[in-house]
C-alpha cells in the first residue's frame, strides 16, 4: 500500500501573545505558513523525496520576514546575524548542517548540500560560506537578514538586561526556529531546521538547530522532528533523537513519544516546541508556550494555527 504523503512544519513556540498580535501580523504570519505548506506539498504531490520537500517549505520560511530565520532573522548582542540549519534524511541517515553563517542566503540549501557527500557534515561561519558560495549557493550581504522589527527587539532585550527583567521577556523576545518534517509516497521521512537563533545571543552560540539529534532527526524506522525553543535544553537532553529512540525502544507512540521529550524540556525550565511525523502519516505538534506557529498538510486537508485554536 503506498503511503499517503504528509507535510507538517512550525515558525517557532513562544509566538506573540495573542491579545497583541494585529491583525496584520496574524494574518501574515498564517500566509508565509501556508505558502511554505504549499511548496512543500507540491514537491511531495510530483512524487518527490520527503528531504527535497522539507527543503522548500523551510526556504519558503526563510524567505518570510514574520520567522526568525533568513531574512528577518533575529541579532546576535553584538548587531549581525548568525544562521544554523541542518537536514536529515531518514531514508539513508545522511545528514548536513551549517552553524553561524553570516552570508548565505539559504542556510537550509548549504545543509542539503552538505548532506550529500556526508563528510562533512556540519560547518561554522566563514567556513560554511566559502563553502557554499564555491557550490553556486546565493550568498548576500549580512544585512540582508535585517528588519526593524529585530532590530528593535535587540534593543528591548538589551534594555532588559539593563533594567534586570530579563527573566520577565516573553518565549516570542528570546528566540525562534523554523522547521519541517515530511513523509513521501515512497515511505522516507526527513527533517529540516533553520533558525537566528535567540535575540542578544552572544556571538559564536550554536544552539540545537544545526545539532543532529538534538534539533533535527529523521529516521524511516520511527519518525521525523524538528524542535524549536531553548536550544541549550534540547541539546542537554538530546530531544529530537530520544523521541526516536523512546518509539524504536520503548514502541511508544509518536504523540506520547514527543509529549515526553517536551516534558523534559519543560522540567528544566525552557520553552519548547516540535514539528514531528511518523512511519504510518501521524503529525504531531506539541509545545509548552503560548502559541507556536504551526501547520500541516495532507490529503485530509490544511491546517494553519498560531495559539489554541
Not at 501573545?17 to 501556508?34: F, I, M, V
Not at 534524511?89 to 553561524?100: F, S
Not at 553563517?101 to 550529500?116: D, F, G, N, T
Amino acid at each position: 500500500m503506498t503511503p499517503q504523503p504528509v507535510l507538517a512544519l512550525h515558525g517557532g513556540a513562544g509566538t506573540i501573545p495573542k491579545a497583541s498580535l494585529t491583525p496584520e501580523a496574524d494574518a501574515a504570519a498564517r500566509a508565509g505558513l501556508r505558502a511554505a505548506l504549499d511548496a512543500g506539498w507540491a514537491v511531495l504531490q510530483a512524487g518527490g523525496s520527503a528531504l527535497d520537500a522539507v527543503t522548500r517549505a523551510v526556504v519558503a520560511l526563510e524567505d518570510h520576514p514574520s520567522f526568525n530565520a533568513g531574512h528577518g532573522a533575529t541579532f546576535n548582542r553584538a548587531g549581525f546575524h548568525e544562521l544554523d540549519a541542518s537536514v536529515m534524511d531518514g531514508a539513508t541517515g545522511k545528514a548536513g548542517a551549517v552553524a553561524g553563517a553570516r552570508r548565505i542566503r539559504h542556510p537550509v540549501l548549504a545543509a542539503l548540500e552538505l548532506s550529500k557527500p556526508s563528510d562533512p557534515l556540519l560547518l561554522f561561519g566563514e567556513a560554511a560560506d566559502d563553502w557554499a558560495g564555491q557550490r553556486g549557493l546565493e550568498l548576500v550581504e549580512n544585512s540582508f537578514f535585517s528588519t526593524q522589527s529585530r532590530f528593535d527587539l535587540l534593543q528591548k532585550m538589551l534594555a532588559r538586561e539593563q533594567e534586570g527583567t530579563l527573566a520577565a521577556a516573553t518565549e516570542q523576545e528570546k528566540h525562534g526556529t523554523v522547521g519541517a518534517v515530511a513523509l513521501d509516497q515512497h515511505g522516507h521521512l526527513a527533517a529540516a531546521t533553520s533558525t537566528g537563533g535567540y535575540t542578544a545571543k552572544p556571538a559564536g552560540r550554536v544552539g540545537d538547530s544545526p545539532i543532529i539529534g538534538a534539533g533535527t532527526w529523521a529516521s524511516d524506522q520511527t519518525c521525523a522532528v524538528s524542535g524549536t525553543g531553548k536550544g541549550e535544553d534540547f541539546i542537554r537532553t538530546a530531544l529530537a533523537h530520544t523521541i526516536h529512540a523512546r518509539m524504536l525502544y520503548l514502541h511508544e507512540s509518536l504523540e506520547a513519544a514527543a509529549n515526553a521529550a517536551i516534558a523534559a524540556v519543560t522540567a528544566l525550565g525552557g520553552g519548547a516546541g516540535l514539528c514531528a511525523v511518523d512511519r504510518a502519516g501521524n503529525v504531531a505538534l506539541p509545545y509548552n508556550t503560548a502559541g507556536m506557529y504551526r501547520g500541516w498538510i495532507s490529503e485530509k486537508g490544511v491546517y494553519v494555527a498560531i495559539h489554541e485554536e
